[in-house]
């Protein structure tokens, strides 16, 4: 486990609303493009902020023009018609331009037609953490500033989209605080406790699959599950496939295939990480401070699909029985193993696969023995295995084994699995 505030991966976001404001009018003289790239801090300079807002637009995603106090955005390519994200990077231990920023403003661009500004504030979060941490407030104000002048070009609150990550986060947090609740939408990446009106909890929220597990990995141990937010959103804005999490009181919980659906409280609506409407929830007013769950892959582009896997045992047992469940798709294989209480029926889990649950050919099944490796164990059980793809909203699309299957302990046993596409 990495050492906070290093840790948990989540998105909170406040209410997205897009208002379209009047036409601008004429056509503003031809810009004179001249790009600007973040700013390179050595360690001894943490004190001073000099932040710089680049902007960025959909004409030229490579491109950011500084925008100096003087000068009329507009004429930079700024369109106050079109929704405008801002996005602040986090501590920057070696002064160094984030790592992550180029990909990230380019899969911005490519996902919504906006304005993107991202703040380098690469001086002002570089030397001891706690320095940064001073210069969060002095950063939050001068962004406010930033955006009042935005907003005297008509620009509306709620075409306002704050992205901050780790450190930019409390920025960002900030801000819209200084805002009064009225920024149209806040993402920001990595922190514990629920504080968003949907907090997302990716693989429980500390520790990543794939990141190093040992301090041994030096900084990427420290950094890897943090800036794993970072990837799994790129991923969001770049893919079409689902990073659709599900309301649960507990990872654990979520894990024992409690969780199935989102119908409390978001009705029939899934939230999905990215740039949805209004992150797929589709009632109002938004609640308040949803812990949603979900799982992903070790690698881009990370998402998966989720299925509640079932097994009922014809026979009760004196012993609790471990059942591993492994779906087979073309290309990948993915497990998971569901624990049946002893003198109970029924056990159940989620497995996460990345493709759709109607291209699993296959599906395994292995009785885990509880007795010792030295004496070989012939227990036989005899159960019913079902399925379903979450979000579980009525037993319509749960698929089962059409027989019982008789498990040996540690004998695997293979069946097709034949789920039509809908
Ligand atoms: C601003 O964006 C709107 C919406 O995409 C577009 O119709 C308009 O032409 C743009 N204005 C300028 C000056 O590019």
Request: hydrophobic share 40%; aromatic share 8%.
């Amino acid at each position: 486990m990495a050492p906070d505030p290093w840790e948990g991966c989540f998105w909170s976001w406040g209410l997205l609303l897009w208002l379209s404001v009047g036409s601008t009018g004429d056509a503003p003289p031809t810009p004179q493009t001249k790009c600007t790239d973040f700013q390179n801090a050595n360690l001894l300079q943490g004190t001073n902020l000099k932040a710089h807002f680049l902007l960025f637009t959909p004409s030229d995603p490579l491109c950011g023009q500084l925008v100096e106090e003087s000068s009329d955005i507009r004429n930079l390519g700024f369109n106050a018609t079109l929704g405008t994200k801002l996005v602040i990077h986090g501590f920057r231990a070696l002064g160094t331009k984030p790592s992550w920023i180029d990909k990230f403003i380019s899969a911005l661009l490519q996902a919504a037609d906006a304005n993107v500004i991202a703040v380098d504030w690469v001086y002002g979060s570089t030397g001891v953490y706690f320095s940064a941490v001073e210069n969060v407030v002095k950063l939050g104000l001068e962004i406010s500033r930033f955006l009042r002048k935005l907003l005297v070009l008509g620009v509306s609150e709620s075409s306002i989209h704050i992205i901050g990550v780790s450190l930019g986060a409390h920025v960002g947090g900030m801000v819209g605080h200084f805002y009064k609740g009225q920024l149209g939408q806040i993402t920001d990446l990595g922190i514990r406790i629920p504080v968003g009106h949907v907090d997302y909890y990716v693989n429980g929220g500390q520790d990543q699959p794939g990141c190093p597990t040992s301090i041994s990995a030096g900084y990427s141990y420290l950094i890897c599950d943090h800036m794993r937010a970072v990837h799994i959103y790129i991923s969001a804005l770049e893919n079409s496939c689902p990073l659709m999490a599900f309301p649960c009181t507990s990872y654990k919980v979520f894990l024992a295939g409690h969780c199935l659906d989102c119908f409390n409280p978001f009705l029939l609506s899934c939230p999905r990480i990215g740039l949805v409407e209004q992150g797929g929830v589709k009632i109002e007013p938004l609640p308040k401070e949803v812990k949603v769950y979900l799982l992903t892959t070790s690698t881009a582009p990370y998402c998966v699909h989720h299925s509640l896997v079932e097994f009922y045992l014809l026979k009760l047992r004196n012993q609790d029985t471990c059942i591993t469940v492994t779906f087979l798709s073309s290309s990948v294989t993915s497990s998971v193993t569901i624990t049946i209480p002893r003198q109970q029926r029924h056990g159940k889990g989620i497995i996460a696969h990345p493709s759709p649950q109607c291209q699993i050919n296959q599906v395994k099944l292995k009785f885990q023995p509880s007795n010792r490796v030295w004496k070989k164990d012939r227990t036989i059980v005899i159960g019913m295995f079902c399925t379903a793809p979450l979000p579980v909203h009525d037993n319509r699309r749960t698929v089962c084994l059409p027989e019982p299957v008789n498990l040996q302990a540690s004998e695997t046993v293979s069946h097709d699995l034949k789920i039509t596409c809908i």
